[in-house]
């Protein structure tokens, strides 16, 4: 079993930073990248940022410059600094982990969601 404990959502002002954080524990064998999704109300689910175990990033081009994926990777643990947002940023931000586990499988596992919520 793998879990996925997200953390630091909420609401912020127009212009104002939130940082996000998840910690991926349970029978893992290692991590092989980790990242942010978020959703939108009547939107699909899209990529926000990922970060692969060997340190390689991606974002959405409509983050670029403002959000920032690191990682704790003794703990497990994935961060989002988000600066500057902006009402459109809200959404509900789901963490993704692609783990491998004991028995050399291979899954994708979900966090329950964080809600941000950015006015103006």
């Known amino acids: 079993q793998v879990q996925l404990v997200e953390s630091g959502g909420g609401l912020v002002q127009a212009g104002g930073s939130l940082r996000l954080s998840c910690s991926v524990s349970?029978?893992?064998?290692?991590?092989?990248?980790m990242g942010w999704c978020r959703q939108a109300p009547g939107n699909q689910r899209e990529l926000v940022a990922v970060?692969?175990?060997?340190?390689?990033?991606n974002y959405a081009d409509s983050v670029k410059g403002r959000f920032t994926i690191s990682s704790d990777n003794a703990k497990n643990t994935v961060y989002l600094q988000m600066n500057s947002l902006k009402p459109e940023d809200t959404a509900v931000y789901y963490c993704?982990?692609?783990?491998?586990?004991?028995?050399?499988?291979?899954?994708?596992?979900w966090g329950p969601g964080t809600q941000i919520t950015v006015y103006s």
């Open positions: 970060m692969t175990s060997e340190g390689s990033t």
């Open positions: 993704n982990a692609s783990v491998r586990t004991p028995e050399r499988l291979t899954t994708d596992y």
């Open positions: 349970g029978s893992i064998f290692s991590i092989n990248a």
